[in-house]
């Protein structure tokens, strides 16, 4: 929620100060009667964001790449942008003004209004656009409820913004706004980032093992960044001065002696350090708390797995067992092997099994949470309807069929497991409990 409002409250400050930038330049140039033309480009931008938020929610090839491109997309995206709006910053508010004017400078009144129609969409679509990427990739970590209603908180204080900066009633330090907030999105970025490697990781598109997933693991699904830069608001606050105001008309008196006015500096310079100190110190202590927090939480362990027997070359157990949409699991014995699975009702009269086991992160096994299915070992969470099929953080699939009201497992087809590392490697070492359970 905090995630979504941050960045809506920004993107939406920032449009707000491009459309106030061009109504004070038209008044200042008498320009007023053109103002119909930015408000139907503000509107237009603002239709075409949504629509571009809708096509891209439509979108659905395959599910980790494209979660994969978008989380670096949207992270390379807005880094970049940040970057070029603290180096251009200083010269932006020119930039516009030279080309408003330009555009004023043509003869016919079409023509000028066309331009501003075209200069304010382009202005106001460039930061719905950035929203709309960023608010996507948020929306994949977050419960969608909490992004909505922190957009929408966002997207109405900027509004009001909008509104009292154009009316000029309305003075905030924006400098410092945008450098705190700023900072607060390239932390943003990183989260992406690790969501990005982990979700493409799973697609194989780029190398992963036991090792990188266990690291990037708890980071995704404790969603550290995105929590860090919320928590580190305040202390940017401290380490980020605010723009100096103006100067004191009042002289200073002749009593005072130049000693003085050294020691008054001198003690404003102090505090000046110990508040940047206190904000770097609060931001150390948090980021090792937090990654403490992360890294050294207990693992759940996994429930016991009730033992089966091979009878005529197969494993059989009641469909009726499995109507809970819990996770069951099982454990048979296989030439000598202990071998681990797990089997879920996946959707009404519907139950897959698989290999209590992943290519990537091994024998550790799964547990579930919530509706959700985890690896133990990196906390990646299993949509289980898509157990049963291969790829990613997915247990590796094993085949089954229903019969008699029976799910019937081929013993053949549970050997298969020494053809994985990953599922056979480590099961027979596994203990044998009974039981069964997420």
Known sequence: ???????????????????????????????????????SGLVAAVVASVAGAF????????????????????????????????????????????????????????????????????????????TVLFLSAVSLTTTGLQSFLGALIGIGLAVAFGVLFVRGSLRIDLKRFFAVTGIALLIFTVQLLVNGYHELSEAGWV???????????????????????????PLLMLLIPGSPGKPSATVPSDSASTADRRLERAAEQRQVRSRRWAGVLGLVILGVLGLGWVYSAKPKALSAATPLEVTGGQVSLPLAELSDSKLHRYEVKIGGRAI???????????????????????????????????????????????????????????????????????????????????AGGGMPNMPNHAGHGG
């Open 1 to 39: 929620m905090f995630e979504a409002l941050v960045i809506t409250l920004r993107e939406g400050i920032e449009a707000a100060l491009m459309v106030g930038i061009i109504v004070a330049f038209l008044r200042r140039q008498g320009g007023e009667r053109h103002l119909s033309a930015v408000w």
């Open 55 to 130: 096509l891209l929610y439509r979108i659905a090839v395959n599910e980790e790449v494209f979660e994969g491109l978008l989380y670096v997309g949207s992270a390379l995206l807005v880094a970049t942008l940040l970057i070029w709006m603290w180096r251009h910053s200083h010269e932006l508010a020119g930039e516009m003004k030279g080309k408003l004017s330009r555009i004023l400078d043509r003869e016919s009144s079409g023509s000028i209004r066309i331009g501003l129609f075209l200069f304010t969409f382009l202005m106001v679509f460039r930061e719905g656009l950035e």
């Open 207 to 233: 190398p992963a093992n036991e090792t990188t997933m266990a690291t990037v693991g708890p980071l995704v699904k404790n969603e550290f960044f995105f929590l860090a830069a919320v928590l580190a608001l």
């Open 340 to 422: 681990r699975f797990i089997a879920i009702q996946v959707a009404p009269g519907e139950v897959a099994a698989a290999f209590d086991a992943c290519l990537i992160c091994g024998p550790h096994g799964y547990y579930q949470e919530g509706s959700n299915i985890v690896c133990l070992h990196c906390g990646s969470a299993v949509y289980p309807p898509t157990i049963g099929q291969a790829g990613g953080c997915n247990p590796i699939p094993l085949a089954s069929r229903s019969v008699g009201g029976n799910l019937v497992i081929a013993a053949s087809d549970l050997a298969q497991s020494s053809a994985f590392p990953a």
